[in-house]
């Protein structure tokens, strides 16, 4: 290949990507490939078991974003990684668009292991003030920063929801952040932050976080 050639292999290359990247999926086509997620996701990505997340509301380059990595396995999921090797470039950015169309069911507030109210109370004042203070005895940053004060995320920069998710999920999810089976946080903003938190603070942080009721939905 000449130098020219290789010029416009990578150009071709360049180009292809960045208009993946910008290509807007059709949700209406999305819906269509989620026929094999429903089982586990759905109809409309609100998930029927807590250790399966809701897919609802969540941004479409969020979705775009762990179908990759699933695929790349920097995010380990037997299971998602089979069905992720499976959806194509353009189908990924299809499926997101169409999930992040749907509409959160908020989720049913149930702390089923503990007894006493008061022990229900303890933990979510916990999980708050680890949420929206951080602890600066641990130097653990606060989630408001960017998961949102009451749940309104930064989706434009791709960061998920975490209102009405399973508070299973949460819990599993951090702590697959903790042992590094989940090392898809660029520049290791989640892990860095985990490894800070016992199990006591993950479960309180993820309680809580599940339970908020974003303001920007209330106002659609
Ligand atoms: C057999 C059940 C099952 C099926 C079917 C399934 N998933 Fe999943 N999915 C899971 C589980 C379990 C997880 C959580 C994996 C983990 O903890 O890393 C997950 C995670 C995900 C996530 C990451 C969510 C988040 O909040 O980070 C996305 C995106 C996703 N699935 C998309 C899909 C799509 C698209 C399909 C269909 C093409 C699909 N899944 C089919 C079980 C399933
Ligand atoms: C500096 C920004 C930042 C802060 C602060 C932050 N997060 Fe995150 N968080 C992210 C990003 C970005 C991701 C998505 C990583 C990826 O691409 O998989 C994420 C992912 C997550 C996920 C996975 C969600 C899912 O659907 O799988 C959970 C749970 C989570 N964060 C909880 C928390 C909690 C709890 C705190 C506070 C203790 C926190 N985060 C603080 C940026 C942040």
Not at 14 to 24: C, D
Not at 137 to 165: I, M, R, S, W, Y
Request: one cysteine or more; hydrophobic letters at 35%; aromatic letters at 8%.
């Amino acid at each position: 290949m000449s130098f020219n050639q290789k010029y416009w292999v990578v150009g071709l290359v360049y180009f292809a990507l960045n208009f993946s990247v910008n290509a807007q999926g059709d949700a209406e086509i999305g819906k269509l490939k989620t026929m094999a997620c429903m089982g586990c996701h759905g109809p409309t990505g609100n998930s029927f078991l807590p250790m399966f997340p809701s897919l609802a509301g969540q941004p479409a380059g969020y979705i775009a974003k762990q179908i990759q990595d699933f695929k790349e396995a920097d995010r380990r999921n037997a299971t998602m990684t089979s069905i992720a090797l499976g959806i194509n470039e353009a189908d990924t950015q299809h499926i997101g668009a169409f999930y992040e169309s749907q509409i959160k069911t908020p989720i049913v507030k149930n702390i089923t292991h503990l007894k006493t109210d008061a022990e229900k109370t303890a933990l979510l004042t916990l999980g708050k003030k680890l949420y929206d203070n951080g602890n600066a005895d641990t130097g653990q940053a606060a989630c408001f920063v960017c998961h949102g004060k009451n749940g309104d995320a930064l989706v434009e920069l791709n960061v998920p929801n975490l209102a009405n998710q399973p508070p299973q999920y949460l819990i599993s999810t951090l702590n697959e952040f903790k042992n590094r089976k989940r090392t898809n946080d660029g520049e290791r903003v989640m892990r860095r932050i985990i490894d800070t938190m016992s199990s006591e603070q993950i479960e309180a942080v993820a309680y809580y976080s599940s339970y908020l009721v974003p303001t920007l939905e209330e106002k659609k």
